[in-house]
C-alpha cells in the first residue's frame, strides 16, 4: 500500500507466524491441520512461575518499572549469568526487554547505521534479516550446508567481511537447525573476529537450556570478545513463557545504556508482572525444568527416527533447540499427486495442502533446500504427522 512507509512496504511478514496463521485459516475450514510450524513449547508454565506472577499481583504490583528492568530482576539476571554462562555483568550492562525479539530490535536500532553490513550464518532465525532492514542494516547471509552440521567455518566467515561488516548475529543452540555451537567452534570463530575488532557480536541463546550435548558455550566467555559481544537470553523457551514476552540482554555497558534510551522512548519498560515472575524463573536453577529437556530430548529421537523411513529426506541430529532442519532438495523437479515441486516453499505448501501439516520452508531461514519441523508438540500429533506426509510423498 502507498500509503504506507517503504520501511513496512520492504519489510516481510513473519514467516512463521504466517504459516502458523494459514494453519489456523484451514483449521476454521474444518481441515484437521497438525501445526509443526511454531517455535512455541506445548507445555505450561511451571507452577512455581505462575505463583510468582499470581503473588506479584496480590502484591499491588502495578505500576511502571525502571525502563530497563526492576533491580531485583537485573540482580536475578546477573547471578544467572554467573552461574549458568560464567559471565560476570553489572546492573548497567543489563536491559530487561519485551521479549527477547525486542532486546534484538533495540540492538539493531542502536548500533546500525544505514548500510552497515549484518552477518548471519544460514540458516539464521526468520526475524534477524527483517530486524536488521528496518534499522537501516544489510542482512549477509552466509550459506552452510547439513554436510556442516549447518555450522558457519571461520573461513566462510572472513570470506563474508567486508569494511561495513558491523555486526554478526547467531544462536546456538540454533533456530532453525538445532545445531550447538562447541566452545572450540566458537574460538575459531573469534580468532576470526579478533582481526576485525569493528564487528559487534550478537550471541542469541534463547536455547541455551534446551541442549542435549549438555555443555552451552557463550562468546563473551572469551576475554577478547567479552567488551564487544552482547549476549542476549530469555524466557520463552526454556520457561514454556512465550506470551508473557520477557527477554534480556548482557553486553558493554554503551550498548545496554542505549537500548535504555531506545526502549525509553518505545515501550518503557517491560510488562511489571511478567518481570516479577521471571525472578522465580531465573533464581531457581535449571534443573527445575529438565522434565521439558528430557521430553524434547525424546521427541528428537522419534521425529529422526520416523523422518529416517520417509525416502528422500535427508537429516543431520540437531543437538539442541526443538527443530530438525531436513534437507528436501531431493523433490525438487518432481511432480508428486499433480503438483510440481520447485523449490522448499512449493514443498512446505505440499505438506500444508496433501498431508495436512504446517512445516515452516527454509527460505525464510536463508536455507532454499531445507524445511524446518518444529518437535514442540505432542508425541501423537508428530507421529500422526510423519506417517501423513510419508504418505503424501508415496
Ligand atoms: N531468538 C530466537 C533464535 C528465537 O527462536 C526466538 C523465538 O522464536 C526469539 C529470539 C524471540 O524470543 P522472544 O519470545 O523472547 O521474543
Known amino acids: 500500500n502507498p500509503k504506507l512507509s517503504e520501511r513496512v512496504n520492504n519489510m516481510a511478514t513473519s514467516a512463521t507466524l504466517a504459516m502458523a496463521a494459514k494453519a489456523r485459516e484451514l483449521r476454521a475450514e474444518g481441515k484437521d491441520i497438525i501445526g509443526l510450524s511454531l517455535g512455541e513449547p506445548d507445555f505450561?508454565?511451571?507452577?512455581?512461575?505462575?505463583?510468582?506472577?499470581?503473588?506479584?499481583?496480590?502484591?499491588?504490583?502495578?505500576?511502571?518499572?525502571?525502563?530497563?528492568?526492576?533491580?531485583?530482576?537485573?540482580?536475578?539476571?546477573?547471578?544467572?549469568?554467573?552461574?549458568?554462562?560464567?559471565?560476570?555483568?553489572?546492573?548497567?550492562?543489563?536491559?530487561?526487554?519485551?521479549?527477547?525479539?525486542?532486546?534484538?530490535?533495540?540492538?539493531?536500532?542502536?548500533?546500525?547505521?544505514?548500510?552497515?553490513?549484518?552477518?548471519?550464518?544460514?540458516?539464521?532465525?526468520?526475524?534477524?534479516?527483517?530486524?536488521?532492514?528496518?534499522?537501516?542494516?544489510?542482512?549477509?547471509?552466509?550459506?552452510?550446508?547439513?554436510?556442516?552440521?549447518?555450522?558457519?567455518?571461520?573461513?566462510?566467515?572472513?570470506?563474508?567481511?567486508?569494511?561495513?561488516?558491523?555486526?554478526?548475529?547467531?544462536?546456538?543452540?540454533?533456530n532453525p537447525s538445532g545445531s550447538v555451537y562447541s566452545k572450540e567452534e566458537l574460538r575459531a570463530l573469534a580468532d576470526v573476529?579478533?582481526?576485525?575488532?569493528?564487528?559487534?557480536?550478537?550471541?542469541?541463546?534463547?536455547?541455551?537450556?534446551?541442549?542435549?550435548?549438555?555443555?552451552?558455550?557463550?562468546?563473551?566467555?572469551?576475554?577478547?570478545?567479552?567488551?564487544?559481544?552482547?549476549?542476549?537470553?530469555?524466557?520463552?523457551?526454556?520457561?514454556?513463557?512465550?506470551?508473557?514476552?520477557?527477554?534480556?540482554?548482557?553486553?558493554?555497558?554503551?550498548?545496554?545504556?542505549?537500548?535504555?534510551?531506545?526502549?525509553?522512548?518505545?515501550?518503557?519498560?517491560?510488562?511489571?508482572?511478567?518481570?516479577?515472575?521471571?525472578?522465580?524463573?531465573?533464581?531457581?536453577?535449571?534443573?527445575k525444568i529438565k522434565y521439558m529437556v528430557d521430553a524434547f530430548k525424546n521427541r528428537r529421537k522419534l521425529v529422526l527416527d520416523l523422518l529416517s523411513e520417509i525416502p528422500g529426506i535427508k537429516t543431520n541430529e540437531p543437538e539442541g533447540a526443538f527443530y530438525v532442519f531436513p534437507d528436501i532438495s531431493f523433490y525438487f523437479g518432481k511432480t508428486i499427486q499433480g503438483v510440481k515441486i520447485d523449490n522448499a516453499s512449493d514443498f512446505a505448501l505440499f505438506l500444508l495442502d496433501k498431508a495436512n501439516v504446517a512445516t515452516v520452508t527454509g527460505e525464510a531461514f536463508g536455507n532454499p533446500d531445507c524445511i524446518r519441523i518444529s518437535y514442540a508438540a505432542s508425541e501423537a500429533d508428530i507421529k500422526e504427522a510423519m506417517q501423513r506426509i510419508k504418505t503424501a510423498l508415496s
Open 44 to 174: 505450561t508454565v511451571p507452577d512455581f512461575v505462575k505463583e510468582a506472577a499470581i503473588q506479584a499481583i496480590k502484591d499491588d504490583y502495578h505500576a511502571y518499572t525502571p525502563v530497563d528492568g526492576y533491580v531485583e530482576l537485573k540482580n536475578a539476571i546477573i547471578t544467572k549469568f554467573k552461574r549458568d554462562n560464567n559471565l560476570i555483568y553489572t546492573p548497567s550492562q543489563i536491559v530487561v526487554s519485551t521479549g527477547a525479539k525486542q532486546s534484538l530490535a533495540n540492538l539493531a536500532q542502536v548500533l546500525l547505521n544505514e548500510g552497515d553490513e549484518v552477518l548471519l550464518p544460514a540458516p539464521y532465525w526468520v526475524s534477524y534479516s527483517d530486524i536488521a532492514k528496518v534499522a537501516g542494516g544489510v542482512p549477509v547471509p552466509i550459506s552452510t550446508g547439513i554436510e556442516s552440521d549447518f555450522k558457519v567455518t571461520p573461513a566462510a566467515l572472513e570470506a563474508a567481511i567486508t569494511p561495513k561488516s558491523k555486526m554478526l548475529i547467531y544462536s546456538s543452540p540454533c
Open 193 to 287: 573476529l579478533a582481526k576485525y575488532p569493528n564487528i559487534i557480536i550478537v550471541s542469541d541463546e534463547i536455547y541455551e537450556h534446551i541442549n542435549f550435548t549438555g555443555a552451552h558455550a557463550s562468546m563473551a566467555q572469551f576475554d577478547d570478545m567479552y567488551d564487544r559481544t552482547v549476549t542476549v537470553n530469555g524466557v520463552s523457551k526454556a520457561y514454556a513463557m512465550t506470551g508473557w514476552r520477557i527477554g534480556y540482554i548482557g553486553g558493554p555497558e554503551y550498548i545496554a545504556r542505549a537500548c535504555n534510551k531506545m526502549q525509553g522512548q518505545v515501550t518503557s519498560g517491560a510488562n511489571c508482572i511478567a518481570q516479577r515472575a521471571t525472578i522465580a524463573a531465573l533464581e531457581n536453577p535449571p534443573s
